[in-house]
């Protein structure tokens, strides 16, 4: 008697090579699909964060106080250019991230909202404490489109005076 060997594949063998493999393709594609949905995100925060670091830059690179015969005005972006001391930045806010001296908001950054708080603060341990007069804290928070806020802090205080 001759014995004959099979080739190929059964029916019920091709039917589940088929379901196991538009099991895994279906996975595959649904985790491919979340992460180019959420692919974006990143770029909204490191935008926040790099107009909210340039803002606090721009802030604690004015003077201390008020020189004489300087700013005195409300904090708006139509006087912005004028700022001659950090104070001068408290309440400041923005619908569109502005340059410095701009007077329209940068076409890439409009729907980004900048707002700035300077308050006095104390600096250092107990009994060695600047005082509130000779310290300030800067608060900027950026806002994008996804309305997440981004706030960064940093302190300024009256050195060499």
Known sequence: MQCRLQHG?????????????????AG??????LTTQHSADPLIRKQAIVVAESLLEEIAQQNFSN???????????LNRASFDDISDYNGFATSGIYAIDGSAPIPELAKYNASVR????????AGAQIAGGNAKLITVTITGPDNVPVVLSGYRSAYGS
Do not use: R, Y
């Open 118 to 125: 300077v308050a006095d603060t104390t600096l250092g341990p």
């Open 67 to 77: 020189p004489s015969g300087g700013f005195s005005g409300v904090a708006s972006q």
């Open 28 to 33: 595959v594609l649904s985790v491919m699909n």
């Open 9 to 25: 594949f059964s029916l019920i063998e091709t039917i589940l090579f088929i379901v196991i493999v538009s099991v895994a393709l």
